[in-house]
C-alpha cells in the first residue's frame, strides 16, 4: 500500500491535458485573485466548472479509480463533503460500484453525516474531494467516520494544492498538483507590482 504521507498522482492519465481541460473551462485560473480568506493568491481553483461536464468528470474519475484499484483498496463506500466533493463522490462511487454519500456541515459548522446516510462499523471509505488545499476538510470528514468505526483507506482528489503539506494519515491520490503562492494582503507581491485583484468564487470574504 501507499506511504501515508505520499501523494500518488496518476500515471495512466495526462495530467497536462488535465491542466488544459481546466483552463478551458474556467476551473484554474492564474492571475492576481482575493479569497474567501482575505489572503490574495496567483492562482484560483473552481472545479464545480469542470465538474459540469458529465464527460470530462467521467474520465477524470475514471483515472482516479484505476489507481485506487491499482493499489489493492476496496472500499465498501465513497463519501464526499458537501458541495465540493458531491460531484466526484457520485461519479467515483459510480466507477467503483459501491455506494457514495457526502458529509455535510450543521448549523454550529460541524462536519456530519445527514440525510439517513449511516457508516456500518468496520465499513472501509474513500473520501472523494475535488481540491485537497490544507488537508483540513479531509480530515475532519475522516474524524467523523472514524468515530463510527470505520476504515479510511484514502482520499481522491482531482487536484492536490498541499504540497506535501497536507497532514494526511492515509494515502492521497490525485491527478494534478497545482502550487499555489497565497500572500497576506499588505505584503503581496502582485499588489505592489500594479496588477490588479479580481474576487472569484461565490463565497463571501471573512470579516476582519
Known sequence: MTN???????TIFDASVLEQQLQRED??????FRLSSGLHSDTYVQCARYLRRPELAAAATA???AQIQAAGLRPDVVVGPA???VVIGYELARQLGVPGIFTERDADGQMTLRRGFTIEPGEK???AEDVVT???ST?????VLRSMGAEVLAVASLIDRTGGKGGLDFPHFAL????AATFAPESCPLCAAGVPVVKPGSRPEKAF
Open 63 to 65: 483515472a482516479l479509480a
Open 27 to 32: 476551473a484554474l485560473l492564474r492571475g492576481h
Open 134 to 136: 490544507t488537508g483540513k
Open 4 to 10: 501515508s504521507t505520499e501523494t500518488v498522482t496518476s
Open 176 to 179: 494534478l498538483p497545482v502550487v
Open 83 to 85: 458541495m465540493g466533493g
Open 125 to 127: 471509505v474513500i473520501i
Open 139 to 143: 480530515l475532519e470528514v475522516a474524524k
